[in-house]
């Protein structure tokens, strides 16, 4: 069974995606904000620690910006801002 963990970072979020790993856009429970689940692996767990090192940025920022602004739009759309 998969453990998935929450975020409301967009920009891990969107690094997670454009890296090719599944990220899901859900509504906080008695909030406005939306969050952002992915599945708790040793590859993401690893992923996110070089990230916010800045070891890694093997993509291309042409996808960083469109899994970015996808992860806005469901967002707003999940928010009810559609």
């Known amino acids: ?37 992915y599945e708790d692996t040793t590859e993401t767990r690893d992923f996110l620690a070089e990230y916010s090192r800045f070891d890694c940025f093997n993509f291309s920022p042409k996808r960083l910006l469109i899994a970015r602004s996808d992860l806005y739009r469901e967002a707003r759309a999940v928010r009810g801002d559609l």
């Open 1 to 37: 069974m998969a453990i998935i963990k929450t975020t409301t970072s967009m920009d891990a979020a969107a690094a997670l995606r454009a890296m090719g790993f599944t990220v899901t856009t859900v509504k906080q429970p008695s909030s406005l904000r939306a969050s952002f689940q």
